[in-house]
Nanobody
Framework: VQLQASGGGPVQAGGSRRLTCSAS????????VAWFRQAPGKEREFVSA????????YYSDFVQGRFTVSRDNDKKTVNLQMNNLQPEDTAVYYC???????????????????WGQGTQVTVSS
């Protein structure tokens, strides 16, 4: 599967942005898709994921209640709706996918073997 992330750009603190991960290839429904982000000078960190099939969602503590992830298996897309953005959310956001990923590993990037190119989100105060 190939992934492409889009939707990044500048936004003021308190604003919203929606990222989209578009996939090509077969059996998209079989893939857990996650969002990770990497801020300047920091390691990449898990943001959110949506499980293959029924689409159970997972969030990191720092985005819980502000971000919402969803998937459309017909369109082969995963959206990340980000609300109440803060300057600390500034980062390059990556989408990643792994087939039939066990629930225990949704937040661990080494288990994802397909990655998109990243999209920059810049939040100004």
């Amino acid at each position: 599967v190939q992934l492409q992330a889009s939707g990044g750009g500048p936004v003021q603190a308190g604003g919203s942005r929606r990222l989209t991960c578009s996939a090509s290839g077969r059996f998209f429904i079989n893939y857990t898709v996650a969002w990770f982000r990497q801020a300047p000078g920091k390691e990449r960190e898990f943001v959110s994921a949506v499980k293959y099939g029924v689409g159970t969602t997972y969030y990191s503590d720092f985005v819980q209640g502000r971000f919402t992830v969803s998937r459309d298996n017909d369109k082969k897309t995963v959206n990340l709706q980000m609300n109440n953005l803060q300057p600390e959310d500034t980062a390059v956001y990556y989408c990643a996918a792994a087939s039939f990923l066990h629930d225990s590993y949704y937040g661990t990037e080494r288990y994802y073997n397909y990655w998109g190119q990243g999209t920059q989100v810049t939040v100004s105060s």
